[in-house]
Nanobody, 124 residues
Framework: QVQLVESGGGLVQPGGSLRLSCAAS????????IGWFRQVPGKEREGVSC????????YYADSVKGRFSISRDNAKNTVYLQMDSLRPDDTAVYSC?????????????????WGQGTQVTVSS
């Protein structure tokens, strides 16, 4: 099977941290740019961050710059999103997606594979 599986979500207080994982199976993650996206009820899906398939090229939405950091471990076929200084408006379902082209990740188009998502809730 071809699959992306997210993990690491949960409940955290404002100012806290979480690390999300996106694990690939059934395909080689080395050939894909990976993006993190988030969505809350009643709002459009928002692109959060992308990382290229080659030596790191990264993208961050303005809303998360300086707080989130994306990385990849090809030996583990996994991409991570380190989330620091979390705010209540970061609350969302976070999903990862894969595309061969980094520019498509940034644009949020032509995404071949999606995970099911993991819930992040930031609340006191």
């Amino acid at each position: 099977q071809v699959q992306l599986v997210e993990s690491g979500g949960g409940l955290v207080q404002p100012g806290g941290s979480l690390r999300l994982s996106c694990a690939a199976s059934g395909f080689n993650l080395d050939y894909y740019a990976i993006g993190w996206f988030r969505q809350v009820p009643g709002k459009e899906r928002e692109g959060v961050s992308c990382i290229s398939s080659t030596t790191p090229t990264t993208y961050y939405a303005d809303s998360v710059k300086g707080r989130f950091s994306i990385s990849r471990d090809n030996a583990k076929n996994t991409v991570y999103l380190q989330m620091d200084s979390l705010r209540p408006d970061d609350t969302a379902v976070y999903s990862c997606a894969a595309t061969p082209q980094f520019r498509h990740c940034v644009a949020g188009v032509a995404l071949d594979f999606w995970g099911q998502g993991t819930q992040v809730t930031v609340s006191s």
